[in-house]
């Protein structure tokens, strides 16, 4: 890799803001950190505490283990920080916290959602007695405690719930989640470049998580051909990528679940009745009646699947449709995770071939995803002249209507419907489709019928021939690149 600009911080500028402003308070604070494993959580602590010149911490990694475990771990990380206290028992470890935050250390506990665990679930009564005896003084207490957790139900659990022992004492939360596209951009450009084929591609599999993307600087393809990128990043023996999924995901999933995301990552989009009719195809109508279980689970405790809903739906519409949350999680389990475990059995480069046809697969519901943010983020920053007043959002009946974008611009009265495809040469062929689609949502909703109607079709790339021929047949016709201007 010709580049050899170090990696920096990029992203986060409002949450980095809000640390600074409660690490400066020097005083006692008790700060919940949320956010799916690898978005930045530790890196944005990290930053906060350079920025503002905090000298003593203390971090922790709990591990998923019994009290003796969790003790043990606890006084590895002490000797590595030159702390020399030391601990047996939960009991103490809630007391070494209250010492430090006394003597001025921010201390974190990461993967704090293992205290959740029945073994270890006395913690956080214990932690009770020193958090309430800190704040009662808090002033006098120039310290903190952060805690990080990757699991939302089981942090809410523990934090949230009106029961939990630490209800109601955290002072301050912050909840991660992925890179906007504009900070994406910014390390792009400084790593690579932002031509818009890169940026579908990288997105497709890594979304706005910053520690895929070091992965792929530190490996040097960050600027690579896919390719070469795929090599590095999954398919060598070294590859940092190739047990991500199951170590970050699935491994903590028993039973059908799996069944499930497989499916949903290989039928994005689908309705209730297709998941259950697939779980009845594969192992009987006994699994086809938990559907409802698995789904309720693998959305509110692990938050990998949501339903969506078209836009201007009530929210108890039947016409939900599931998705995986997490591109990763769907580039992996869609693409890569056949090909990666049979390349002890396959020849490499045709593993890498199969594996990068089924990502141009998915990165068609990807580029409908990315527009959505897109437009989305232009607006917030005031780039370009379609300001939203909704959420950009897909619409879709049972009457066979199907749009992949409506924008909603209410000061203007304006509503404008979009079509998305990777390959441009398909976007003339798409507009009697959307057209005739808005036709019926206008229909379906009247209030839109005195409005503005527009067009548009969106690619990676759009050549002046297929946008002339749009513009003639007065579709707007938008790339990514232009989407990205200003960003």
């Known amino acids: 890799m010709a580049d050899k600009m170090p990696w920096s911080f990029y992203g986060r500028r409002s949450e980095l803001q809000q640390m600074q402003r409660i690490l400066e308070r020097r005083r006692w604070f008790f700060l919940q950190i949320s956010g799916r494993r690898r978005i930045g959580k530790t890196a944005l602590i990290q930053e906060a505490l350079r920025a503002a010149g905090v000298a003593r911490t203390l971090y922790i990694q709990i591990p998923d283990s019994d009290p003796a475990g969790v003790a043990a771990a606890c006084n590895g990380y002490l000797e590595t920080f030159g702390i020399e206290d030391r601990i047996s028992s939960l009991g103490e470890l809630a007391q070494l916290v209250g010492r430090l935050a006394t003597a001025g250390y921010v201390v974190a506990l990461d993967e704090f959602q293992y205290f959740h665990r029945k073994q270890l679930a006395d913690f956080c009564s214990l932690l009770q007695a020193e958090v309430d005896r800190l704040a009662s003084r808090a002033a006098d207490v120039p310290g903190g405690l952060i805690v990080l957790g990757s699991l939302h139900a089981e942090m809410t659990a523990l934090l949230e719930d009106r029961d939990a022992p630490l209800f109601n004492r955290t002072t301050d939360t912050l909840e991660l989640g992925h890179l906007d596209i504009g900070s994406l951009l910014e390390m792009l450009r400084v790593h690579a470049d932002d031509d818009p084929a890169r940026l579908l591609f990288l997105w497709n599999l890594f979304e706005g998580v910053p520690k895929f993307y070091r992965d792929a600087y530190e490996q040097g393809v960050l600027d690579a051909d896919r390719s070469t990128l795929l090599r590095s990043l999954f398919f060598s023996s070294s590859s940092p ?108 480069d045709g593993l890498i071939a199969q594996a990068d046809a089924r990502l141009a697969d998915v990165e068609g519901y990807a580029l409908e995803d990315l527009a959505g943010q897109l437009y989305e983020e232009r607006s917030r920053l005031g780039l370009g002249e379609f300001p939203l007043s909704e959420r950009v959002c897909g619409y879709w009946d049972r009457a066979d209507v199907e749009i992949d974008l409506v924008a909603v611009n209410e000061d203007e009265r304006r509503i404008r419907f979009g079509t998305c495809k990777r390959n441009p040469e398909r976007l003339l062929e798409s507009v009697d489709s959307l057209q005739r689609c808005a036709a019926r949502f206008v229909n379906a909703h009247p209030r839109f019928k005195a409005w503005r109607t527009e067009y548009v079709a969106i690619a990676p790339v759009i050549g002046d021939a297929i946008r002339a021929a749009l513009t003639a047949r007065g579709v707007l016709a938008e790339s990514l690149g232009d989407l990205m201007a200003g960003l």
């Open 241 to 348: 990528l190739r047990n991500e999924a199951d170590n970050w995901f699935l491994r903590e999933l028993r039973g059908r679940y799996d069944m499930v995301l497989q499916f949903l990552a290989k039928h994005p989009g689908c309705s209730n009745a297709d998941i259950e009719a697939a779980m009845a195809s594969l192992s009987g109508p006994g699994d086809a009646r938990q559907v409802g279980g698995y789904l309720k689970i693998l959305s509110d405790r692990y938050r990998m699947i949501e339903r969506r809903l078209p836009i201007f739906s009530p929210t108890k519409a039947r016409s939900g449709r599931y998705y995986i949350r997490d591109n990763f999680l769907r580039a992996w389990l869609s693409a890569l995770q056949r090909p990666v475990s049979a390349v002890a059995f396959r020849p490499v």
